[in-house]
């Protein structure tokens, strides 16, 4: 099975800063990551899809990028509602099934 | 637009049974591979299950292979999770969510299940 694993796990930001979070797959996936947000009590929302394509209503300041086995989520411009937990994901192909990252959680500094 | 709207969850003991459904709309369901996420007080997202358009195959995570059992109705556009032999570590919010490859995936609010003697 393929593993997710994200870095940091713990992230102490300020706002306006440009923070990156990376996925690391443990083998090549081509570019079937997709990025959400998840705020406490509420459900992932997604924020990026196939690596880099931005979902439609997410601020543009959200980038994606990479391939292979190397991904990565950049927040240019830290917003206040922005402080959140942030998970990778791949969909494989057989058996079904969905891998997650450990998530990072942002918060406030 | 695309709604999946969870319900069925609550306070069982262990050992117990629940069943979990999850109300589809604003797309065409019976086309849609559909899957159960979980997720536990505090912890991250796990993956629970899986089943295909038709319901022709079902997959599971380890854990709950043998105890759970996915299945749908797509005269009603609606999904299910049978749950067996619960055990507190089953204890989590779930969601059903529709995840195609390549392109935007859509998930429901969750419905929270407590596995508590």
């Known amino acids: 099975d393929i593993q997710l694993t994200q870095s940091p796990s713990f992230l102490s930001a300020s706002v306006g800063d440009r923070v990156t979070i990376t996925c690391r797959a443990s083998?090549?996936?081509?570019?079937?990551v997709t990025w959400y947000q998840q705020k406490p009590g509420k459900a992932p929302k997604l924020l990026i899809y196939?690596?880099?394509t931005l979902q439609n209503g997410v601020p543009p300041r959200f980038s994606g990028s990479g391939s292979g086995a190397e991904f990565s989520l950049t927040i240019s411009g830290l917003q206040p509602e922005d402080f959140a937990t942030y998970y990778c994901?791949?969909?494989?192909?057989?058996?079904?099934?969905?891998?997650f990252g450990g998530g990072t959680k942002v918060e406030i500094k | 637009q695309v709604q999946l709207v969870e319900s069925g969850g609550g306070v069982v003991q262990p050992g117990g049974s629940l069943r979990l459904s999850c109300a589809a709309s604003?797309?065409?369901?019976?086309?849609?591979?559909m899957h159960w996420v979980r997720q536990s007080p505090g912890k991250g997202l796990e993956w629970v299950a899986f089943?295909?358009?038709?319901?022709?195959?079902?997959f599971y995570e380890d854990s709950v292979r043998g105890r759970f059992t996915i299945s749908r109705d797509n005269f009603k556009d609606t999904l299910y999770l049978h749950m067996n032999s619960l055990r507190t570590e089953d204890t989590a919010v779930y969601y059903c969510?529709?995840?195609?490859?390549?392109?935007?995936?859509?998930w429901g609010q969750g419905t929270l299940v407590t596995v508590s003697s």
């Open positions: 969510a529709m995840i195609p490859y390549g392109d935007p995936d859509y």
């Open positions: 604003g797309f065409t369901f019976s086309n849609s591979g």
């Open positions: 089943i295909r358009s038709d319901g022709s195959s079902r």
């Open positions: 083998q090549g996936i081509s570019t079937y």
């Open positions: 196939a690596a880099s």
């Open positions: 994901q791949h969909l494989n192909s057989y058996p079904p099934s969905l891998t």
